[in-house]
């Protein structure tokens, strides 16, 4: 419980830290925002194709994977569908317009990624209560390693926007504490109903996969830099797997 607790937290507020550059620095390249996203997007596909994914099989079956990984996409797509948002460095807004225009982009921003930030968590919490050595960890790591440069864009963007450098960087650790609640959420669900795990996990790996190709892989090619992108995402993606099998 103890390592749980911990890991989940550092791995939530590494959205925070990940704001820290964009508050110490005035500006920074589209290509190194890209090349962070893909690195994040392939650790994010291997943690569920490698590891939540065969887990859940093994658990629960070829049923409970299926039914667990459509649930996490149909989830994560209905929550789009009816709450309104915004991705991430989608439009601008001009100079010319009022405060209220900009605290009301904010506010749209920081609901997008909570709605990334909810099934994070839930991945993390199941995947600690699974029962399975090492699972959760790994999982903490990945999500962790995704959320810096996921903070980083959040306060960067808010910053261009007009909002205070203090006000950003809350905003984006505040994103991360709503995943740390849900991480127990996730963990203490499990624990009362273990017939869940192995839906859970599938559900989790339905999540991370609807964001690495709903929004992360977008995003990380937007820029013109899809090759650097291409390579980084593998790179991601190996370090995962060695990371698998050598822990």
Sequence with gaps: MQEFIIASGLSAIATG???????????TTHHGKDVLLAFSA??????STFELIPESL?????????????LGMLTLTLLEQ???????ERGNVSSGRTIHMVDRKALLIIIAITLHNIPEGLSVGVSYNSGVEGLGLLIALAIGVQNAPEGFIIAFFL????????????????TGLMEWAAAFIGYWL??????LV???????AGSMLYIVYKELIPESHGDGYALSAT???TGGLLLMVAMTWFF
Excluded: D, W
Aim: hydrophobic fraction near 55%.
């Design 58 to 70: 093994n658990l629960g079956g070829y049923e409970a994977a299926i039914i667990g990984i459509f």
């Design 82 to 88: 009816n709450i309104p948002h915004e991705h991430i």
């Design 17 to 27: 830290i990940g704001a820290i550059p964009a508050i110490l620095f005035r500006h």
């Design 159 to 174: 910053i261009e926007q007009g909002v205070k450098k203090t006000h950003a960087f809350l905003i984006a650790f505040t």
């Design 198 to 204: 192995p839906i859970g996990l599938a559900f989790a």
């Design 231 to 233: 390579y980084s995402f």
């Design 42 to 47: 392939g650790m994010m596909m291997a943690a």
């Design 190 to 195: 499990t624990a009362f109903a273990s017939q």
